[in-house]
């Protein structure tokens, strides 16, 4: 105990032991604690249980990540990958991306002998669409997810899809709109005859995937109008779904977020407004996040690491500006988003324990703005190559494993409550995003110190810590990864908490933890 922690007055050890002091003692005593982090326990707004959402597509030659999650011997989902999703928890996956350009679902239902095979245009080779509607769909189901499917929005007007020499690879509205029934008429014929006689009861859908970015598509005026034809057509079979239309930039003849407009003209269809948080790339000329640079210099690749992170915040808010000036109560849907660090979507330091605070505060970030942020993710999902997965695959017949960002997902998203409180006061070097749920608080902490352990107590207003337990990644060595060989090298670590007015806790550098408090009224 170093000596100021030796001066304070006595009241201080009233607080430990949890009597009662006089109010302005432990006023006082309370405003001369090591770094005093105050929760005010009132309820902000609910929190989405899709902060966490996945993101799969299959990708191809690039990376087989779809194909490499399927027991083709025992015609299923592989069981280790299946218990490592279930593990994972992820409110939310999502089936689409660039792959939805060129994605006809009649496709992958149905008998399997029947299914016609997919050239991947974007990411190269051929799909056997074994996987398909119902296979994803029940993947969600095991793993307790919501399926979000991304429709082929008229190729997102590339229309080099509808002469592509496999055929015509465009889907239009009446497209999207039958698998809407498809999913979710009780008596749709097609689907009863492929042996589900129950919907699928798919509630999420988005419309068009990045259908801003680059000139070779729609123009926002275009978006918009086919982004109504398709609201109207998909809503006219289930007026019960919710809809996701697209709102960012791209267009280097229209270099402003395309929501506002949206929101004007097609708000009134849309539960939400898309955009994709892919773009985290470092900003310094003479980055260390290039390639293996980053293993001569960890220290900076941290820093370097938390410079980006601050651009989520930053994204957010320009949107949420935007929603705020039309008077809209459009949600926010992160729909993709991961580090973009070259070579291109491989970077080792991915796999390491390097990027785990980044992925902490990018999650804590989407939290603190989750009164209009409803769909968020820091990775992409199931992958057997790319280190911006969540969850890797060894092949053929391995393990499956979580990413340093799986285990922040996996962290946060089972420990969490369901409504935002506030929290202030918090060292700088922490940073603190809170929740609660009846009489338990729960606080998602980053330390954001590289070589520095950072020490805080937290007090609830008007609550006494009835205990808890702080649960902790927090490997010695920053560059820790997690491998089939180590698949739980990355697990957290539990400590007790006493019952006391406060709780004083030590995070150690680069630590990522969730402190969970029981607490009643004083």
Known sequence: MDSKRRELPAAISALAIGSKPAPDAMRGALGRLPGLVRIDPTLLFPISPYLQMQFMEPLGVTDGSVEGSWDHDADQWRRDFVDTVRDLAPGAIRWGGLLSRYYRWREAVGPVAERRPMRNHQWGGWETNRVGTAE?????????????????????????????????????????????????????????????????????????????????GF???????????????????????????????????????????????????????????MQQMPTRPDTVLRGRAYQDDPARAWAELLEISSGIDVRLTELEDIIAAEGAHTGIAVTEGHLSLAPHNTNPILEEWLTGVYHARALNTYQRHGARVRIATVADFNCTRWTVAAVRLQVPRGVSYLTPAGSVMRLFGRHNGNHSVAASGAPSDLDVAASRTGDRIFLHVANLSYDAAVEATFAVDGYIITGGRILEIAPEYPRQAASQDQPDALAPREKQIAPGQTTTCRFPPTAVSVVELGVKQE
Not at 147 to 160: A, E, T
Not at 260 to 267: L, P, Q, S, T
């Open 136 to 216: 994803f769909v029940d993947l969600c189901q095991q793993a307790g997810a919501a399926p979000i499917l991304c429709v082929n929005f008229l190729s997102d007007g590339h229309v080099r899809f509808a002469q592509a020499r496999d055929g015509n690879r465009t889907g239009d509205a009446h497209e999207a709109a039958d698998w809407v029934s498809y999913c979710n008429d009780p008596d749709n014929p097609a689907r009863r005859r492929h042996g589900a006689a129950a919907s699928y009861n798919v509630r999420l859908w988005q419309i068009g995937n990045e259908t801003s970015y680059g000139d070779a």
């Open 219 to 277: 123009t926002k005026d275009e978006a918009i109008a086919h982004t109504v034809t398709f609201a109207r057509e998909m809503r006219a079979r289930d007026p019960s779904i919710r809809l996701i239309g697209w709102g960012d930039r791209g267009r280097s003849d229209d270099p402003s977020l395309w929501a506002r407009d949206m929101i004007r003209r097609a708000g009134e269809y849309l539960d939400c407004i898309a955009i994709h948080m």
